[in-house]
């Protein structure tokens, strides 16, 4: 047996707005979030101008940004290791929306970045990287520049940054 007809009234958006206490308007929620140890001292060494990893005693990976478990050792991860700013696009994306899903004046170019990080074969999609914005125009993105294009991290001043992956403005070309 199917049903074909759904019981019940279907409401037009004007009346589902309109009905009390349904959708008046938005939700005041209030989160606490708390990083943990690891992001923590990932997100402080962002406020120094350094990326941190954290490097797998057993199969020497080192994960950025850092993890507390080897996902192939299944062993804690212990010792930090510094990595460096500087890596390939690897992938490549122009957002005309924020994150918040309102469009944006300026659209920007979202990349993921595979770090420098010794130890990785360069043609492997097994990498150590970042999710973060390309400091290139949208119409550079759209051709078939930027994958593989090499780039360094672009740093706020010092006295502006937080602790925050924003403290990265963006990755810039190296050429």
């Given at each position: 047996?199917?049903?074909?007809?759904?019981?019940?009234?279907?409401?037009?958006?004007?009346?589902?707005?309109?009905?009390?206490g349904l959708v008046e308007s938005a939700p005041q929620a209030k989160y606490d979030f708390s990083a943990g140890p690891t992001i923590s001292r990932f997100l402080q060494g962002l406020k120094e101008g350094k990326i941190l990893g954290r490097k797998c005693p057993r199969c020497g990976r080192i994960y950025v940004p850092p993890r507390d478990y080897c996902e192939y050792c299944h062993v804690a991860l212990t010792d930090w290791v510094e990595v460096p700013d500087t890596g390939t696009v690897h992938t490549a994306v122009v957002s005309y929306i924020s994150v918040r899903r309102e469009r944006l004046e300026k659209p920007e170019v979202i990349g993921v970045i595979r770090l420098d990080v010794p130890g990785y074969p360069p043609n492997s999609y097994e990498f150590a990287g970042l999710f973060h914005r390309l400091c290139v125009p949208p119409e550079e993105?759209?051709?078939?520049?930027?994958?593989?294009?090499?780039?360094?991290?672009?740093?706020?001043?010092?006295?502006?940054r937080t602790g925050s992956i924003l403290d990265i403005e963006c990755f810039e070309p190296v050429r």
């Amino acid at each position: 047996m199917s049903v074909t007809k759904l019981p019940g009234t279907k409401l037009s958006s004007k009346e589902m707005y309109s009905l009390p206490g349904l959708v008046e308007s938005a939700p005041q929620a209030k989160y606490d979030f708390s990083a943990g140890p690891t992001i923590s001292r990932f997100l402080q060494g962002l406020k120094e101008g350094k990326i941190l990893g954290r490097k797998c005693p057993r199969c020497g990976r080192i994960y950025v940004p850092p993890r507390d478990y080897c996902e192939y050792c299944h062993v804690a991860l212990t010792d930090w290791v510094e990595v460096p700013d500087t890596g390939t696009v690897h992938t490549a994306v122009v957002s005309y929306i924020s994150v918040r899903r309102e469009r944006l004046e300026k659209p920007e170019v979202i990349g993921v970045i595979r770090l420098d990080v010794p130890g990785y074969p360069p043609n492997s999609y097994e990498f150590a990287g970042l999710f973060h914005r390309l400091c290139v125009p949208p119409e550079e993105a759209m051709s078939d520049e930027v994958i593989g294009m090499k780039v360094r991290a672009r740093w706020k001043p010092k006295e502006q940054r937080t602790g925050s992956i924003l403290d990265i403005e963006c990755f810039e070309p190296v050429r």
